[in-house]
T-cell receptor
Framework: NAGVMQNPRHLVRRRGQEARLRCSPVKGHSHVYWYRQLPEEGLKFMVYLQKENIIDESGMPKERFSAEFPKEGPSILRIQQVVRGDSAAYFC?????????????FGQGTRLTVV | AQSVTQPDIHITVSEGASLELRCNYSYGATPYLFWYVQSPGQGLQLLLKYFSGDTLVQGIKGFEAEFKRSQSSFNLRKPSVHWSDAAEYFCAVGGAGNMLTFGGGTRLMVKP
């Protein structure tokens, strides 16, 4: 009964490098959400995916950021050419259903530091 | 568009004292409301949720929240705070596709 697993827990990247964040949802959950938490702020929605489909990416920056949730394997949030402003905690959540009254289970997050 | 406001950024209470954390929301339809707690360096844990029915909702760790439609509020309460309750608390509203909109959070500190 593993919950949402995110790795790595901490990631340090130099400016201009790529960051790849992984999220394995709760077994059987087919809906994955990524949120970003900037220092001293609440979580902001980035993207919502189902298996092999991006459903809503309205919260994701148009450039350098991409997300996928392949048929097999974890969901990946990819940040290309990272900048200092990308430093944040990135949280993944999963749910079994696409309904607003369904609990989303959160992972422990990946804390990205760009130096 | 939905939004959530948590007016208090920091709150300090003495151990054993009562606690109320405020949350106001804006949402065009029936709100689905949540309270999460985040300990330092950790993820979010669901404390309680409201979908419909009884407006007083009981959660884990002795927390409760009351939904007041007329005030667009969903305040979190606990009658007696323990030192282990020190954490950051987030109120959230759920919308289409189960995406959550979070408030900015309230950091709770507990004095011995």
């Amino acid at each position: 009964n593993a919950g949402v697993m995110q790795n790595p827990r901490h990631l340090v990247r130099r400016r201009g490098q790529e960051a790849r964040l992984r999220c394995s949802p709760v077994k059987g959950h087919s809906h994955v959400y990524w949120y970003r938490q900037l220092p001293e702020e609440g979580l902001k929605f980035m993207v919502y995916l189902q298996k092999e489909n991006i459903i809503d990416e309205s919260g994701m920056p148009k450039e350098r950021f991409s997300a996928e949730f392949p048929k097999e394997g974890p969901s990946i949030l990819r940040i290309q050419q990272v900048v200092r402003g990308d430093s944040a905690a990135y949280f993944c959540a999963s749910s079994p259903l696409d309904r607003p009254n369904t609990e989303a289970f959160f992972g422990q997050g990946t804390r990205l530091t760009v130096v | 568009a939905q939004s959530v406001t948590q007016p208090d950024i920091h709150i300090t209470v003495s151990e054993g004292a009562s606690l109320e954390l405020r949350c106001n929301y804006s949402y065009g339809a029936t709100p689905y409301l949540f309270w999460y707690v985040q300990s330092p360096g950790q993820g979010l844990q669901l404390l309680l949720k409201y979908f419909s029915g009884d407006t007083l909702v009981q959660g884990i760790k002795g927390f409760e929240a009351e939904f007041k439609r007329s005030q667009s509020s969903f305040n979190l309460r606990k009658p007696s705070v323990h030192w282990s309750d020190a954490a950051e608390y987030f109120c959230a509203v759920g919308g289409a596709g189960n995406m959550l909109t979070f408030g900015g959070g309230t950091r709770l500190m507990v004095k011995p």
